[in-house]
């Protein structure tokens, strides 16, 4: 019987690839906690720098920061666009460029044109291939990234603003909803948002050392880094649950898949039986 | 009873301490500094060095941080401490770093970017996802 030997060698090799994607599967919903656990670790920071924000909106330093007045023209924008470096994740990636293109062909109607960080290797490989202007770029983050690797390509940006190529920034990236879902996000990150618009009760002022330009300075860098540096732990808590889910239906897949080619074997199987058994018969009532 | 504090040090890969404490030696910038409850509000830059806190037993904590910035209110202080160490000119290094990476990447391609090609291949993939779900669904 000539189909029955194919068939067992492709439920062979299906069961193989089912094996792979069961034990990514597992390594991504580890990894999922670990990046969890990063993604809790790094939320004090963000939340005590705001503070100091807030607590610095109320006291009224004599020194106002570029990050928080808004520009009248907007002539060109920047975009950090925060992706994974590797792909067998879903449609995470796709549906963040796609919530990116969209806001970006929006500016570009308005003869508005537009610079791109890239961070990580499939937003790097998406935007060059659509020839966009990728000013900067970071990759081979990890899984556990680390500030240091994220400043150069967020000064670029930043230095971008401050001396008046880009008018505003925008960050976008996947926000962790829960581990069946992602929703991608644009931020405005420049200028600062919501921080700084609380109603003055009372005046006071921060003793300054050594001098409040600098300090607001610095205050304002971390802050922007500490959002970029979020969002991109955030990502990777993203990647990994998105990886997880992908890989756990495609074992399923794999499953239904070797069942259905299990009843076709079982039935050449049982075909070439029967024509043997009829062959036999007809054969004896021959003689 | 004794004066009391909050204080948070912070670094934005980690929460390093939280807790009530009456003293706190942090390395500001042109000096250490010592923090007691009730200091005037403060915000001051630090430069790499150690922060000590003590604690209402008279225990002494203390902690390395990579620079960054002290701020105190009167009950309550956040150390807000950088991961990386900071100069201007190793950020600016990090800076061209990142822009050459980009440069090699665009180098052989021209600058027009086809945002409608861009749009159309992602509404292809996202009908491509869409699709497989159904199908997923109708199973």
Same mark, same amino acid.
């Given at each position: 019987m000539a189909g029955a030997k194919e068939i067992r060698s492709k439920i062979g090799s299906v069961k193989n690839t089912q094996k792979i994607t069961k034990a990514m599967e597992m390594v991504a919903a580890s990894k999922m906690r670990k990046a969890q656990d990063r993604m809790h670790a790094a939320r004090p920071y963000a939340d005590k720098i705001n503070t100091v924000l807030v607590h610095l909106s109320q006291a009224h330093p004599e020194y106002k920061h570029p990050y928080l007045s808004e520009r009248e023209e907007v002539k060109r924008?920047?975009?950090?666009?925060?992706?994974?470096?590797?792909?067998?994740?879903?449609?995470?990636?796709?549906?963040?460029?796609?919530?990116?293109?969209?806001?970006?062909? &929006? %500016? &570009?109607? @308005? &003869?508005?044109?537009? +610079?791109?960080?890239?961070?990580?290797?499939? !937003?790097?490989?998406?935007?060059?291939?659509? @020839?966009?202007?990728?000013? !900067?770029?970071?990759? *081979?983050?990890? &899984?556990?990234?680390? =500030?240091?690797?994220?400043?150069?390509?967020?000064?670029? =940006?930043?230095?971008?603003? #401050?001396?008046?190529?880009? +008018?505003?920034?925008?960050?976008?990236?996947?926000?962790?909803?829960?581990? =069946?879902?992602?929703?991608?996000?644009?931020?405005?990150?420049?200028?600062?948002?919501?921080?700084? +618009?609380?109603?003055?009760? *009372?005046? %006071?002022?921060?003793?300054?050392?050594?001098?409040?330009?600098?300090?607001?300075?610095?205050?304002?860098?971390?802050?922007?880094?500490?959002?970029?540096?979020?969002?991109?732990?955030?990502?990777?808590?993203?990647?990994?649950?998105?990886?997880?889910?992908? =890989?756990?239906?495609?074992? #399923?897949?794999a499953g239904e898949i070797i069942k259905e080619l299990q009843t076709i074997y079982n039935k050449a199987r049982q075909a070439a039986i029967t024509q043997e058994i009829s062959e036999i018969v007809s054969g004896a009532a021959a003689v | 009873m004794s004066m009391t504090m909050h204080v948070d040090i912070v670094s934005a890969e980690i929460e390093i301490f939280s807790g009530t404490i009456t003293e706190l030696y942090a390395p500001a910038e042109m000096g250490e500094v010592g923090i007691m409850p009730r200091h005037a509000p403060l915000l001051a830059k630090m430069k790499p060095g150690e922060v000590r806190v003590v604690d209402q037993h008279g225990e002494t904590q203390s902690f390395y941080v990579n620079g960054g910035i002290l701020e105190v209110q009167p009950h309550v202080v956040t150390v807000l401490s950088d991961t990386a160490i900071r100069a201007h000119d190793l950020d600016e290094t990090a800076a061209l770093a990142a822009k050459a990476r980009a440069e090699a990447a665009m180098a052989d391609k021209k600058t027009e970017y086809d945002y409608a090609r861009a749009k159309a291949e992602l509404v292809e993939a996202v009908a491509q996802i869409e699709t497989i779900k159904k199908l997923r669904k109708r199973k």
């Open positions: 924008v920047g975009y950090i666009v925060v992706s994974t470096d590797r792909g067998l994740c879903g449609g995470l990636n796709t549906n963040m460029f796609k919530a990116a293109v969209t806001e970006m062909a &929006d %500016w &570009d109607e @308005k &003869d508005v044109e537009i +610079d791109v960080c890239a961070i990580g290797k499939k !937003a790097i490989g998406f935007f060059s291939r659509f @020839k966009a202007k990728v000013v !900067a770029e970071a990759s *081979h983050l990890g &899984d556990s990234p680390s =500030m240091e690797e994220l400043i150069g390509a967020v000064k670029v =940006m930043l230095d971008a603003y #401050d001396e008046g190529r880009i +008018d505003r920034l925008y960050l976008v990236s996947n926000n962790f909803v829960n581990t =069946m879902t992602q929703a991608p996000s644009v931020q405005q990150l420049i200028p600062v948002k919501g921080v700084m +618009d609380e109603e003055l009760t *009372h005046h %006071w002022d921060y003793i300054y050392e050594p001098e409040s330009k600098p300090i607001i300075d610095g205050l304002m860098l971390r802050f922007i880094e500490s959002q970029v540096y979020r969002s991109v732990v955030e990502n990777i808590a993203c990647e990994m649950s998105a990886r997880m889910m992908a =890989m756990k239906s495609a074992t #399923d897949n | -």
